[in-house]
């Protein structure tokens, strides 16, 4: 069987970090934001503020803080990625501040020692001031040889299929990927057992 190269998301795929976002937040400004505000722009009524700028640097606030440091990656996504580390090359391609790289590469040494190839920092959102920074997952994925994408947004997927990946798997039941159409290449996997099902099939093709 093949060994592929595989780019793996961070959040909210290794750890769950969107739900600690927001109760972090609405606990800080009295908000009452619920995981479907997540990726939705900034509002007064939701985020309390009108500017984007602000409610991202309020969130990077918590991602600088211990308690972010202190979030664990999922069981089930432990065991799953030393799995497939045996048989395949990982690389984590993350939508992440590249400032997040040092506590991203702590985390991974702590969890998944030995399991990722590189660390790839995107830099997803970002404020105004920084948009040149951020780097499509397409193009990232292009440049290391993947040839599979594991990842929460479905907009990532459709970057990286067009830089000819041949699938992308939409992991995870939140509400920011459950109602866009996944196209052909894009397949479903709520969580890492069902990933570990689709590399194999994969493999095999």
Not at 43 to 71: C, K, M, N, P, Q
Not at 103 to 110: A, G, H, I, P, S
Not at 168 to 188: A, K, S
Request: proline letters at 2%; a negative charge; aromatic letters at 8%.
């Amino acid at each position: 069987m093949r060994r592929l190269v595989i780019a793996v998301d961070c959040d909210d795929v290794l750890i769950p970090t969107a739900e600690a976002i927001i109760n972090d937040y609405n606990d800080r400004f009295g908000t009452a934001l619920e995981l479907k505000d997540m990726y939705k722009p900034a509002t007064l009524e939701t985020w309390g503020t009108d500017d984007d700028d602000v409610a991202i640097e309020r969130v990077y606030d918590f991602l600088r803080s211990e308690a972010h440091a202190a979030i664990v990656p999922e069981p089930e996504a432990v065991r799953a990625v030393k799995e497939l580390a045996v048989r395949h090359e990982l690389h984590l391609v993350t939508g992440r501040a590249s400032f997040l790289e040092e506590l991203t590469r702590e985390m991974l040494n702590r969890y998944f020692e030995g399991c990722f190839t590189s660390i790839e920092h995107t830099n997803f959102i970002v404020s105004s001031t920084n948009v040149s920074a951020r780097r499509s997952k397409g193009d990232v994925c292009k440049a290391i040889g993947a040839n599979l994408l594991i990842d929460d947004h479905v907009q990532h997927g459709h970057s990286v299929l067009e830089a000819e990946l041949e699938r992308v798997i939409v992991f995870g039941d939140y509400p920011w990927n459950q109602n866009e159409t996944l196209v052909e290449g894009m397949v479903r996997c709520h969580d890492w057992t069902g990933v570990l099902k689709e590399v194999e099939k994969l493999q095999r093709g």
